[in-house]
């Protein structure tokens, strides 16, 4: 069983930054991919940034060069830096595992907002 927790979100002026953390329990050592996925409300969940077990990132074209994802295996820790963060990065970010059996496991959410 795997569990993540996230934290770091928050309200943020449009042009500011903020880090989100995960912090994965359980069963990690071996996983497919983690990644970053925000959700507005009515909108279906989109993924924002992946990092495969290799250490291969995908982004969302919107978010290229202004987030970063990035792991620390040494924490389990998954991160995303978000820099320049417009109103429409507005949403409930997610941390998610998929594991060597292909099952998803999801964090609770956080809360971005950015908004002046």
Do not use: E
């Given at each position: 069983?795997?569990?993540?927790?996230e934290?770091?979100?928050?309200l943020?002026?449009?042009?500011?930054?903020?880090?989100?953390?995960c912090?994965?329990?359980?069963s990690?050592?071996n996983f497919?991919?983690?990644?970053w996925?925000r959700?507005?409300?009515?909108?279906?969940r989109e993924?924002?940034?992946g990092?495969?077990?290799?250490g291969?990132t995908?982004?969302?074209?919107?978010?290229?060069?202004?987030?970063t994802i990035?792991r620390?295996n040494?924490?389990?820790?998954?991160?995303l830096?978000?820099?320049?963060?417009k109103?429409e990065?507005?949403?409930?970010?997610?941390?998610c595992l998929?594991?060597?059996?292909?099952?998803?496991?999801?964090?609770?959410?956080?809360?971005v907002t950015?908004?002046?």
């Open positions: 069983q795997v569990q993540l927790v934290s770091g979100g928050g943020v002026r449009p042009g500011g930054s903020l880090r989100l953390s912090v994965a329990s359980g990690t050592h497919v991919s983690m990644g996925h959700q507005i409300p009515g909108q279906s993924l924002v940034a990092i495969s077990g290799n291969a995908n982004y969302l074209s919107s978010v290229k060069d202004r987030f990035s620390d040494t924490k389990n820790a998954l991160y830096q978000m820099n320049s963060l109103p990065d507005t949403a409930v970010y997610y941390c998929v594991g060597t059996d292909l099952r998803a496991y999801w964090g609770q959410g956080t809360q950015v908004s002046s």
